[in-house]
């Protein structure tokens, strides 16, 4: 333990060990966790999905799902006392006065019937005497220090009413009114895109320099610890492996695990281009407009029209890669489904190769799916849970006229090309991994041997390892089949190591489109400066660690 | 904090076998088994108690029960033997109970079905149409029908599918309406699959689970709904019911209140088996509630 | 929220004459029209008047004519002439209504409260022998048919013990006056109101207990928690009026039936309301009187499911805006 001389510890644990519930997958959540928080320091705990670190930020303010879930061994000292020792109502006392809490998800966070001044004032009214221009005063007061615009009219809004990155702000405002000494943050920007996120970062940084809080930062991306970390601990399967400070642990990481974690995070820097100059366009998109026109109703208020597509053109050639990067709201994922014309678009031209998509019939556009298949999101939704592997492969090719035989036999060699054992063909959906499940879903829009592969976010619901390995499956797939494929994703990192050519899209349109390293080493447009410079830990580079292929 | 990778390795277990085991967890829906297996077993045996005709003489005009071999339940006022009315009533309520809960259930879907899958003005008007048949007070427009239709057996089941079929085809359509935009629709219409395909092979197994699963409120209903017409003498008279024999021991009740009672506790144990497996089955097919 | 409730008001338009239409055809269906009962109360008449009075009703017209006919009186609260009553049956059911409005109230207020109450309990204490208790009660309460409810209350409070009025709405018509004849109701009014509340009130328990459930597992709760808030608190301000939207949505769906099932049990404890009514219009075959009551307590459900609206609008604060 290489505390810091210089402050006092605010969080102890020491050998802390949650039980989970018989007939899970694991018997311990934590097993013999030991870590310091100490006063104005921020220490990231850091795990991929079940590592159990959620549970462990639930177990110091003691709001473990009991009895189900329960700590078992170990202690949890806050300010020198044990907080297991307490009284229930010594420990309500504590919560949102000393340690306070920040959460994931500010649109649920927020109770959806109770205005926001209401809700940060609550605190106040449960910690303190002040009076009721007081509470006032001060809930005005926060809402000026987490620089929320026009805060007399913030008082007064419903959370629905207002933006999720002002949500997260009132969140902050809410742990920190009473100024505790521990604030706990569970990936408290995990939901925000990328530039709102970093204007969370800056603010949890700020207020918690002032304050001297001790924070516990929970996350699962390297890129926010390296931004904000001034230690970190990697949390593996409810086991601690590595902990030190930030500097340490992201360049010179000991654990295997660790490394392994880091050499998964994607570089920013682009890898050198390939010369596709010469290769002929396969898929050329025109003018391409999409407006969701409001519900029509008889006598509500006419609510604007969403522009989601204005006017974009692009090309994709042979066996190139053509990211589209944004946030949510830009209409990359709009885009994706108008040119698969999973949506409508309302004007435009989509050339696939000679023919026009947008113009084909039914029966015309059946055969035109051939050519152009997507790989979807979320791998647990775009699987029918009730269909086997094997069939879920095959259904493409039946559908166009293949016999199920041989349609399956197809099946079975494809899940050995996205690497999964043939054994996998007679499964169903919910017996694989994440991982595998987009695996699955690469073979069947492999099946129809398309030319274009439209891909929408494929990677953004998985772990970074697990990511990297399927980033790796499509790139080589990719090569070896010489498909061209459209990347729509939000990471730029992501982008950055996949994409030939980026095209960056901001309320509907494309405001600048080039080669990835010239894009990302030299950008034109305002808007990709600025996501660029939000990217979370852009002045880290991961290192390279010899002897680890992920 | 579920996401922990499970091998390939582990032995497929079928889906039914899964929900057994979660079904059998719970004893208040095994309870609802072992009385459902009963109602069946009177239904079964109706005939053996009674071969001829349930509603003939059977003794003496009120016998009350447990004082004669031959009428171990006692008679109604007619003499008619209350232990083969309770038997050969059985059969009665899980009839119309069956029947007309799948008429209704397959009206439901279809209306359901196609409503939350096109939408637009389809789902508008067959919505329209929906919340017209739930707006008209089920029990009145029951009537309604029974008086212009007759009361045979089988009006009575049409009668009582007709007021019953709104409730599923909401159900129906709110889950297509959810399913319907999941990616794995999608990724099926991605590969050309046509609309049919689509509803029938993609959403709708989805779909029906809940449904079946609300199926047993349904036949609830439909036997209460049964036993409340019966009650008022708007039954199929040719019938045992157990809804009749309660209106018919309405007018003994100040003297011979058991005339009434005994099929009261029939109903209330039918209709307590269907809820209880409804309820059983649903905390195996969403075994979200108690948290694990 | 004006807009909110104009749209809702909208929406029942449609429903509205679909219904009409509805009890137009099922006139249509039913064996003999209002000419034939005519005839049938006058003791017959001779083909030519038959003719006239044909005639007369516009029954000799196309379908489309007697259903423009049919619908304008109907939207004038004009259902025709009962045989049975010698009255219009406007005038008929109005004379009614009341009574039938009394008996819904009471019980819907009684299903509503008793049931989120107890509902709000045994989630608080889920899995614990309360929660047991309740449930079960619960599940017995909904597998029993209110008329059966209604007849063993008799022989218990009535016949048995002689607390309570076996049935009818009051003693004696304008007996009592004032708080008496409150009172003398509210007695007549106790087992009609529990028999015909308690499936409901059960239906209401179970769902409120699922959704207390459901809301307390949800993200703000925590939230609340985290910031320090006691379990009443949490019940009070995060808790109970966010679980109470769902049951109140039901509401709406379920009130038709409640109505239904006042037919039942107006029967059976003999109050002069519409139930006993439509009771007696079936075993009289008066089908005016039949549809008429079809389509008015059509319109008292859409009234009632607009209050409803109304209470929903005023508890949710996201609908203000949208």
């Given at each position: ?550 | ?292 | ?75 004038q609260f004009d259902f025709g002439w009962s045989f049975v009553h010698e009255q219009p049956v406007a005038t008929v059911l109005m004379d009614r209504l009341g009574n039938t409005l009394l008996l819904m109230v ?217």
């Amino acid at each position: 333990m290489s505390a810091r001389q210089t402050s006092r510890p605010v969080l102890e644990i020491e050998g802390l060990q949650i039980a989970l519930p018989e007939g899970s997958d694991r018997p311990l959540a934590i097993d013999g966790m030991t870590l310091t928080v100490n006063a104005g320091e921020i220490v990231c705990l850091v795990g991929e999905s079940g590592s159990g670190k959620s549970l462990a930020a639930s177990a110091v303010m003691r709001l473990l799902p009991e009895p189900h879930v329960r700590v078992t061994a170990g202690t949890v000292r806050f300010d020198g006392q044990d907080l297991y020792q307490l009284t229930e109502k010594h420990m309500r006392a504590l919560r949102g006065s000393q340690i306070s809490m920040i959460f994931q998800e500010p649109m649920t966070a927020l109770n959806p019937q109770k205005r926001v001044g209401w809700q940060i004032e609550e605190v106040l009214r449960l910690h303190t005497r002040l009076s009721r221009k007081e509470r006032y005063a001060r809930v005005l007061e926060i809402l000026e220090q987490v620089r929320i615009p026009d805060p007399e009219s913030a008082v007064n809004a419903y959370p629905h009413q207002i933006s999720g990155g002002q949500r997260q702000r009132v969140m902050i405002a809410m742990a920190l009114v009473l100024q505790p000494k521990l604030i706990i943050a569970d990936e408290p920007t995990t939901a925000l895109d990328v530039t709102t996120q970093l204007q969370v970062l800056e603010l949890i940084r700020e207020l918690q320099a002032k304050f001297g809080t001790g924070v516990l930062f929970i996350t699962h991306d390297f890129g926010v610890v390296a931004e904000i970390a001034d230690r970190v601990a990697v949390l593996r399967q409810g086991e601690l492996v590595e902990q030190g400070p930030a500097s340490e642990v992201l360049n010179r990481p000991r654990h295997p695990y660790t490394q392994a974690l880091i050499a998964a995070v994607p570089d920013l820097r682009p890898p050198k281009p390939k010369d596709i100059a010469g290769a002929p366009a396969v898929l050329r998109v025109a003018g391409l407009k999409k407006t969701f026109k409001p519900k029509r109703t008889l006598f509500g208020r006419r609510r604007n029209e969403v522009v989601a597509v204005d006017n974009v053109s692009f090309e994709l050639r042979k066996g190139e890669t053509l990211g589209i990067v944004g946030e949510s709201g830009s209409g990359k994922t709009t885009v994706s489904r108008c040119i698969t014309r999973l949506l409508e678009a309302d004007g435009g031209a989509v050339m696939l190769g000679e023919t026009e998509m947008l113009a084909a019939t039914r029966s015309e556009l059946r055969a035109l799916r051939r050519d152009i298949q997507m790989v979807f999101q979320d791998p647990m939704a775009s699987l029918n849970p009730r269909k086997r592997v094997v069939d879920l492969i095959a259904q493409g090719p039946i559908v166009h006229g293949e016999t199920p035989e041989k349609a399956r036999a197809r099946a079975r060699e494809l899940l050995l090309l996205v690497e999964l054992s043939p054994a996998a063909a007679d499964r169903y959906p919910h017996e694989f991994s994440g991982g595998q499940r987009q695996r699955i879903g690469i073979a069947r829009a492999l099946a129809l041997d398309p030319k274009i592969i439209v891909a929408d976010e494929p990677v953004s619901a998985l772990d970074v390892s697990v990511q990297a390995q399927v980033l790796k499956l499509l790139a080589e797939l990719r090569d070896r089949l010489s498909l061209s494929l459209l990347f729509v994703t939000h990471d730029l990192r992501v982008a950055a190591q996949l994409c030939d050519r980026v095209a960056v899209m901001e309320k509907g349109k494309i405001v600048e489109i080039g080669p990835t390293a010239a894009v990302f080493s030299n950008p034109s447009h305002a808007y990709t400066r600025k996501l660029l410079s939000s990217i979370p830990g852009r002045h880290w580079t991961p290192p390279v660690l010899a002897g680890n292929a992920a | 904090m579920s996401t922990v990778d499970i091998g390939i390795s582990a032995a497929p277990v079928s889906g039914w076998a899964v929900l057994w085991r979660r079904y059998k967890r719970n004893r208040a829906a095994i309870l609802g088994l072992i009385l459902l297996a009963l109602v069946l077993v009177m239904a079964a045996t109706a005939g053996l108690i009674e071969p001829v005709d349930p509603l003939r003489r059977a003794g003496e005009p009120l016998i009350p029960p447990f004082t004669s071999w031959a009428t171990p339940l006692g008679t109604d006022q007619l003499g008619r033997d209350i232990l083969a009315g309770i038997f050969h009533g059985a059969r009665t309520s899980l009839l119309i109970g069956i029947i007309s809960t799948v008429f209704a259930i397959s009206i439901g879907i279809l209306v359901g079905s196609i409503s939350g899958y096109f939408g637009g003005w389809v789902d508008d008007a067959l919505m329209r149409i929906t919340e017209a048949f739930q707006t008209i007070p089920n029990f009145v427009l029951l009537l309604a029908l029974v008086a212009i239709m007759g009361s045979s057996l089988q009006n009575m089941i049409i009668a009582i599918g007709i007021v019953s079929w709104t409730a599923p085809a909401r159900l129906v359509r709110a889950e297509f309406l959810s399913l319907r935009g999941r990616e794995f629709v999608e990724a099926a219409r991605n590969l050309g699959v046509s609309d049919k395909a689509i509803i029938f092979r993609e959403i709708l197994p989805n779909a029906l689970p809940p449904v079946i699963v609300f199926a047993s409120v349904i036949m609830a209903i439909a036997i209460l709904l049964e036993s409340a017409l019966a009650f008022l003498g708007l039954g199929d008279p040719n019938y045992a019911s157990w809804g009749n024999m309660i209106g018919m021991g309405r007018s003994v009740l100040r003297t011979d209140w058991y005339c009434a009672a005994i099929p009261g506790v029939a109903i209330i144990i039918t209709v307590l088996a269907f809820s209880l497996i409804g309820e059983g089955l649903n905390e195996a097919v969403n075994p979200r509630q108690k948290k694990s | 929220m004006l807009n909110y409730l104009l749209r809702r008001l909208i929406q029942a338009v449609p429903v509205i004459l679909i219904i009409m239409v509805g009890t137009f055809l099922l006139l249509k269906l039913a064996p003999g029209d209002t000419v034939d009962a005519l005839v049938g109360d006058m003791g017959g008449a001779d083909p030519q008047v038959i003719a006239r009075l044909r005639a007369e009703y516009g029954l000799d017209q196309p379908v489309w004519v007697q259903l423009w006919i049919y619908m304008t009186k109907l939207v004038q609260f004009d259902f025709g002439w009962s045989f049975v009553h010698e009255q219009p049956v406007a005038t008929v059911l109005m004379d009614r209504l009341g009574n039938t409005l009394l008996l819904m109230v009471s019980s819907l207020l009684f299903a509503v409260s008793i049931g989120c109450v107890l509902g709000a309990i045994a989630a608080r204490k889920a899995y614990s022998l309360t929660d047991n208790v309740i449930s079960t009660l619960g599940l017995i309460f909904y597998a029993t048919p209110s008329f059966f409810l209604g007849l063993m209350m008799i022989v218990l409070f009535s016949v048995k013990l002689g607390w309570l009025p076996v049935g009818g709405i009051q003693t004696i018509p304008s007996f009592y006056k004032g708080w008496d004849h409150v009172k003398d109701v509210a007695v007549h009014l106790i087992m009609p109101t529990a028999s015909l509340s308690l499936i409901y009130l059960a239906l209401y328990m179970r769902l409120m207990r699922t959704s207390v459930l459901e809301v307390a597992e949800l993200d703000y709760v925590r939230t609340a928690r985290a910031k320090g808030a006691g379990e009443a608190r949490l019940m009070v301000h995060h808790i109970g009026r966010n679980a109470l939207l769902p049951v109140i949505t039901l509401l709406g769906v379920q009130f038709s039936t409640i109505l239904g099932g006042s037919v039942v049990i107006e029967t059976v404890f003999t109050i002069p309301g519409l139930g006993q009514l439509a009771y007696q219009a079936v075993i009289q075959r008066d089908m005016n009187m039949l549809m008429g009551l079809v389509f008015l307590s059509s319109i008292v459900v859409i009234v009632v499911n607009f209050l409803i609206d109304l209470l929903y609008a005023s508890l949710d604060s996201r609908i203000e805006l949208s």
